[in-house]
Each structure stands twice: as C-alpha cells, then as structure tokens.
C-alpha cells in the first residue's frame, strides 16, 4: 500500500552537476519500519535507482538548525501528481512509467525526524568521490568492450555506440554493480544475441586475450584529457541525462544517471578483467586516480 503524501512535487536534484550541499525544504516525512523517509524540495543527492539500481544511493547529514541528522542513504521513489500516494521498493518498481501521472523523488532515510522545515543537505564527499570514479571507469570500459567485440559481429546490429561499434554492452548487459574500490557487470550471451550475428563462442574462446585488448584500448582513451559533463546539471530526478565526454577526437554520449568525475585527466588507468559465466561473461573494471 502506498503512502498518501497530501499532495507534493517531484524532487529538484542537483547531482549531476557535482553539487554536494543544498539548502532545502522538508515537504513529507514518515516513519516506516523504524526508519524516516524524508522528501524534499531539492537535494544534491544521488539516489539509488529504481529502474537500474547499478550506483549505491549517496549518503551524508541533514542539517536541521544545530542538529545534525545522518543520512543513512538515498532511494528513489514514485509519487502520484494526481492521487498524492508514494510508492517505494517493490511496489514503486512494479508501476507502470508510462503513467504521466508518476514523477520521481529522492528518499532521505534517517533514524530520527527532522526538527526543522527549512534544512541543509550535505553528501558525503569521499563516497560520493570514490563511486563517480568507478561509474566513468565503467562507462569507458562499456565502449572498450564493444570496440574489441566488433570483428565478432557477423552481421550489422545496426545499433552503434557513441563510437560507431555495434553496442555489445546495450545488447548484453543484465546487471552492473558500482563499488568503491571496483565494479561489476555481468553480460548474457543468449540465443537472441547471435541471432542478431555475434559469434558468442568465438569472443568466449580466449578471454584473456579479450581483456588485454580492452585495456589497450582504455590505455589509448585515456591519453588525452577530456571534460566529462552530465546533462542537465539540474532539474527533476525524472528527467533524461546524458554523460558525455570526447575520445578519439570523437564527442560521445551516452544516458546515465549516475555521478562522475569532472575529467578524465584525474584518471591514471583504468583496467578490466573477463570471467566466463553460466550464460556469458563478467567484466570487473577498476578505476585508479591520478597521485595528487
């Protein structure tokens, strides 16, 4: 059952734009299951997706006058413009989208309520820090992998990247899990896949191989520095944003709704290791930063 919230908007979220500290107002809290959920009018945090939950939501404090409130993390929810009803977890996840009616706010979860309508977010940089870098890792060794997979596409999938490569990682990914130190993404190579003319078998034969060729070519992206920006910098959490960056002398885009560094100078390397699955492969990518 959702909670009736007595009618409020959707959240204004600053993230994207590398905000860390907003001024804000409280405009529905409550308790549910010993915890506080507390929406606001804005937030510059960051909160773990409902759709692709792939970036842990951010943490940090609620300022609320002389009190400090944690903020244990951030989550996405669904809220009804015309009903007012709040929907979280599983039952938010299993709306339709489509209803123009839902729009989407940030979850602050605390252990207390908040004793001021007028409040100061703060995220916790270091975290904050350590997961936009392992996201713009992710994102290169995305493009990586589908550079090295291109000669093993039998026919056009007429689906390209920023690139121009035949996008293995959109076709293939089921599941990507951001950490601080590393990440994750785990890829099936179905029936469909090489139907559509990738040769799943060839590509899976020497993984070793794969791998060393993909950091090769991370190796390359990272020889030149380039800005790395989110769009838009501000604005509803139900909006569409876009990471882009250039490489190769190419400007790339990509959808994202994660956080990431401001450049890829900060970057030192990033490498990739492939695992062999049940149904596919695994891609660890780590991400180290320049020494200041």
């Given at each position: ?177 951001i950490g601080l130190e590393a990440s ?102 780590s991400s180290t930063l320049q020494r200041?």
């Amino acid at each position: 059952m959702g909670l009736q919230t007595g009618g409020v908007e959707g959240t204004v979220v600053t993230f994207a734009g590398g905000s860390l500290r907003e001024d804000a107002r409280v405009i529905f809290s409550a308790e549910i299951a010993g915890e506080w959920l507390i929406i606001t009018d804005r937030s510059p945090f960051h909160p773990v997706s409902l759709s692709w939950p792939d970036q842990p939501g951010d943490r940090g404090w609620m300022l609320c006058g002389s009190e400090r409130l944690r903020v244990l993390e951030s989550r996405e929810a669904l809220l009804h413009s015309a009903t007012g009803v709040l929907s979280v977890g599983d039952e938010a996840r299993a709306l339709k989208r489509a209803d123009p009616g839902l729009t989407s706010v940030v979850l602050h979860v605390t252990e207390a309520p908040p004793s001021t309508t007028t409040v100061t977010l703060e995220v916790d940089a270091p975290f904050r820090a350590a997961l936009s870098r392992q996201h713009t890792g992710v994102h290169l060794a995305a493009l990586a992998l589908n550079n090295v997979a291109s000669g093993f596409w039998t026919k056009d999938p007429q689906d390209p990247d920023g690139l121009g490569a035949p996008n293995l990682d959109k076709s293939a990914v089921t599941r990507s899990e951001i950490g601080l130190e590393a990440s994750l993404d785990h890829y099936r190579l179905g029936k469909s896949l090489r139907k559509k003319g990738f040769e799943a078998a060839g590509f899976l034969s020497d993984l070793p191989a794969r791998g060393a060729a993909m950091n090769a070519v991370l190796r390359e992206m990272l020889a030149t520095p380039a800005v790395v920006r989110i769009t838009p910098a501000e604005g509803p959490l139900a909006d569409r944003r876009l990471w882009t960056t250039r490489l190769n002398g190419t400007d790339v885009k990509m959808p994202c709704g994660g956080t990431h560094l401001a450049d890829l100078a900060e970057l030192a390397k990033v490498t990739v290791s492939l695992t062999a699955t049940e149904d596919g492969f695994s891609m660890q990518t780590s991400s180290t930063l320049q020494r200041s």
